[in-house]
C-alpha cells in the first residue's frame, strides 16, 4: 500500500466488492468504448462475481489496485495480469474519476507505479491496448513511456474500430 497526497493506493480485497461494482459501473458509464464490456452486462453480474472479481486484486496471479481519497471515495483502479502464454504482464480496466485526472492530481502516476513494480518482477514489459477513438488515453500512455507496437486488432463490441497495442519495457526491480 502507498499514500500519496490525499489518497492512498492499496490493492483491493473480496470485502471490497461493493466499492469495486460501484467504480466499474462509473468507468462504463464515463467511457464506455475503452471496456470490453457495457453498462448493462455489468449491472447484472451477481454479488458472487464482483466478490470474486474484487479478491482476484490480491491473487498471486494478478493484482488490482484503488486509489481511495483521504475521504473513502474510491477514485481510480488498474488490473494486471500474465496472460497464458504470455511472457509479460498485461493492463486492463485503466480507470480515474474525472476529478482526480491529470497529472497534478498523481492519482494515475501512482496506481501505474504499483502496476509496474508488480509486473517488473513477472517480465520485462508492460502492455494494454487502447480503443483508437480514445485519444485521452493514447496520450496518457504515450506521457508515461508507452509506445505503439503497431498490432491491431477489431474491438469486440464494435467490429469497425480497432484496438491499437502499446507497450512499456519495465525497468529491473532492485
Known amino acids: 500500500m502507498s499514500s500519496q497526497q490525499g489518497f492512498v493506493v492499496r490493492r483491493t480485497t473480496e470485502a471490497d466488492w461493493a466499492e469495486v ?4 459501473l462509473e468507468m462504463l458509464a464515463d467511457t464506455p468504448l475503452a471496456y470490453l464490456e457495457t453498462l448493462e452486462h455489468a449491472e447484472r453480474r451477481s454479488e458472487a462475481e464482483w466478490r470474486a472479481w474484487a479478491r482476484e486484486g490480491s491473487s498471486a496471479s494478478s493484482i488490482t489496485v484503488a486509489a ?15 496472460p497464458l502464454r504470455s511472457p509479460a504482464a498485461f493492463l486492463y480496466g485503466v480507470y480515474v474519476a474525472p476529478s482526480h485526472r491529470g497529472r497534478a492530481a498523481g492519482v494515475t502516476d501512482a496506481l501505474l507505479t504499483e502496476i509496474e513494480n ?8 508492460l502492455s494494454l491496448e487502447v ?8 496520450a496518457a500512455y504515450r506521457a508515461r513511456g508507452f509506445v505503439e507496437t503497431g498490432s491491431t486488432r477489431p474491438y469486440p463490441l464494435d467490429r469497425t ?10 525497468l529491473p526491480r532492485r
Do not use: C, F, P, Q
Request: proline letters at 0%; zero cysteines; a positive charge.
Open 161 to 170: 474500430t480497432r484496438e491499437l497495442e502499446m507497450r512499456k519495457r519495465l
Open 21 to 24: 461494482r460501484a467504480l466499474r
Open 68 to 82: 481511495i481519497t483521504d475521504d473513502g471515495r474510491w477514485v481510480g483502479t488498474m488490473l494486471s495480469k500474465v
Open 118 to 125: 508488480w509486473a517488473a518482477d513477472r517480465g520485462e514489459t
Open 131 to 138: 480503443h483508437e477513438h480514445n485519444a485521452r488515453a493514447i
